[in-house]
């Protein structure tokens, strides 16, 4: 007896794995976007061009993959966006997105309240008034229901 | 419009007799009630007693005169009227977790039960035993299914399910009945064999319902999305997402229009466009009341602006008919190609039922196609 319980190695084994009803997750084979380009952001954000620096902080959201440091670096990205835009022009540019972009600058949004810093507060709550107003609640909800977060 | 508060709780679910005059509901407890119509009001005629748990679906069926109910206490009864009184038959599901929905067959030789357990019990009655048996469809299912409708050819049926899919099965059993013809969604339909599986809606699929014709499919998802798929070669599945609360139920009452009601407590219609390949919101059918406009005083403008930040009012009063969540919509006069009243209930206990006719007058711009 005392042989076959001084060994712990039982203990390593992964017994989900050996689970036959696991839910396995099935990703889409989707393209890896890799987050929007930090240096054409900062040239337009620098050259006042706020709209364009919009448009392509939004491209490319690195919803398939699996590497946080990528969501972190273009979470980075749209917050410096969204906090230099001045508050007249944010619902001119809400309006020029489309109701899918509307939905993922809401995931922005949220993932921008997740950390809050000094300024970014006031200026994301602006933001997210405006954004509901276009998306209404339903952008909201899929942004809690949906599995690929930005 | 007519609105009918049954009582305060919740009604889990309903079903409609052959001719319209009775109703059965589960009053968010083990019975079913059958309430028949009297004059402008409803009186309760039988109260069924069988279930352990709570009753999850019922269906009743308009020709056989049938009542088939599933609950959480992983059982399904068929209830027959003799004399005056229903008796019931158990239907062993073998299943292990809560029976979630049940229907019956366009046929009424057969019914469906989705449950927890992440499969759909499809059962017969076999004569020579003189019992209810049923055949499991189990792959690719991965989680509970949440809802389920027939084919009008009997044998297909659609499968809402917590997986985020919506499928379309083919449920043929072979004792019952001969080999069905092609449909749009396939031909060869052995039992089990997943003729269309959705993609592209997040969200547990709350609501599926199959069009008059059954070459199209509807399904209302939780992420506040609507989706039709066009049965073909390559099915082609349009979504709309919506502005609005999840929808739970979903009908079509034209071959082009649909009527779907959820979180939000009215229904709304959509409309597809299949030349299109578009699916559009058509507009709120409800009727709210006038609220009486009253002027604010400068105090309680004041007090709003120190409170709320805002200097409107408004009133924390649903102006809907139901006062809370849609959560199942039947029709009542028509069928799903042509449908001319549709009746909802809800979470606030109350049915109401719904007039297409008079919602079109009401309403200008609705057009239901």
Redesign the interface.
Known sequence: MAKNTLSSRFRRVDIDEYDE?K?VDDQDEAAEHLGPDSAEVDNLIRNGDMMTAFHIALRNPPINTKNPAVKERAQAIVLKVLTSFRAGDIEQAVRSLD??GV?LLMKYIYRGFEKPSDNSSAILLQWHEKAFAV?????I??VL????TV | MAYHSFQLEPISCHAWNKDRTQIALCPNDHDVHIYKKEGSGWSKSHVLREHNGQVTGIDWAPESNRIVTCGTDRNAYVWTLKGNVWKPTLVILRINRAARCVRWSPKENKFAVGSGS?LISVCYFEQDNDWWVCKHIKKPI??TILSLDWHPNNVLLAAGSC??KCRIFSAYIKELEDKPAPTSWGSKMPFGEVMFESSGT??WVHGVCFSGSGNRVAWAS????VAVAEGGKSPVITTL??????LLCVTFITENSLVAAGHDCYPALFVYDAAKGALTFGGKLDVPKQSAQRGMTARERFQNLDKKATVESKEAVLESLHKNSISQISILEGDKAKCSKFCTTGMDGGMAVWDVKTLESAMKDLKIV
Request: no cysteine; net charge positive.
């Open positions: 009803n839910f109701r899918n939905d998306g209404g609640l339903g952008s909800v899929r229901t949906s599995r690929k | 992440r991965r989680s997986d985020f997040a969200g939780h992420d506040s999305t997402s919506s502005v609005t609360l999840p």
